[in-house]
């Protein structure tokens, strides 16, 4: 969808900016954003647009998973492009090497919460799992969700335990003692391509985490989350029983950690 097409789209969600006009620099400071980039052939009406349009969705979330703003950035780790060297035919991405999200310029709607849990995924990992020295040369991307599909050892925290909770309820059956049968479909998607995307862990995870945002959160925002609801896409999601056990799961980790982070 054209950026331009979201002047004419409403928002359901709490009035953060009371109609004033916000720049690329207000979310870096108001979400602790590490750097932004901007294209180079993005317009100043399309640069104001999409800086409504982005801390709009940055405050929805963080305001659903009852964070403090400026914890979005993950401790100024998180960086983030519009519009600039975006990878043809995809929306968005977030690329692990440089820890940024990348926002397409026409096309980077309604990915924004399935890409923050990939860059969250990736910071988290190391917290929350003994992984031992990632840099150097030969360093080894991981996300948290792969550690917890290969039981890597879970350091001892009770946050920690949430975040498995959460992993749990996500990817395992109601018992625990078998995968889950929004695991099952996601193989067979991929079956169906050739290919192993739709059920990579994290990205089951992050399919799961906007999902549940889209159908369970009172926010209604297209620009942070859409098209989990459409029929056709529903094989490749949780169904809405399993989203409101993630929701629920979703928030028992994000509330209690932005406790802790607003002391």
């Known amino acids: 969808m054209k950026l331009t097409h979201f002047k ?35 317009t100043k009406e399309e640069k104001d647009l999409a800086a409504n349009l982005i801390f709009d969705s940055l405050a929805d979330l963080a305001y659903i998973l009852a964070l403090p703003p400026e914890a979005i950035g993950l401790r100024g780790t998180l ?21 940024e999200l990348a926002l397409a310029k026409n ?38 969700s792969d550690c917890w599909l290969r039981d890597r050892k879970v350091r001892p925290h009770p946050l920690n335990e949430s975040l498995m909770s959460l992993f749990d309820a996500t990817l395992l059956s109601e018992n625990h003692l078998d995968k889950h049968d ?23 995870m992050a399919r799961a985490f906007e999902s549940a945002i889209e159908s369970c959160s009172d926010i209604e925002n ?32 994000f509330a209690p950690l932005g406790r802790s982070l607003s002391k």
Do not use: C
Request: proline letters at 5%; aromatic letters at 14%.
């Open 222 to 253: 297209s620009y942070l989350v859409d098209g989990t609801t459409k029929p056709d896409m529903f094989p490749l999601y949780p169904d809405l029983m399993h989203r409101k056990e993630i929701y629920n799961a979703i928030q028992g980790y």
């Open 107 to 144: 096309a980077g709607a309604g990915a924004l919460a399935h890409e923050f849990w990939h860059a969250f995924d990736h910071y988290i990992a190391e917290k929350a799992f003994e992984i031992g020295d990632t840099s150097g040369p030969r360093k080894h991307i991981l996300f948290a």
């Open 79 to 99: 960086g983030l492009a519009f519009g600039s060297g975006g990878r043809k035919g995809v929306q968005a991405h977030y690329a692990p090497n440089q820890r």
């Open 182 to 204: 929004y695991v099952a479909r996601s193989v067979i998607a991929d079956k169906a391509t050739s290919a192993r995307y739709f059920s990579l862990p994290t990205e089951m």
């Open 8 to 42: 004419y789209k409403t928002r359901k969600g709490p009035d953060y900016r009371h109609g004033d006009q916000v720049s690329f620099m207000d979310i870096k400071q108001t979400f602790g954003i590490g750097s932004i980039r901007v294209g180079a052939w993005v």
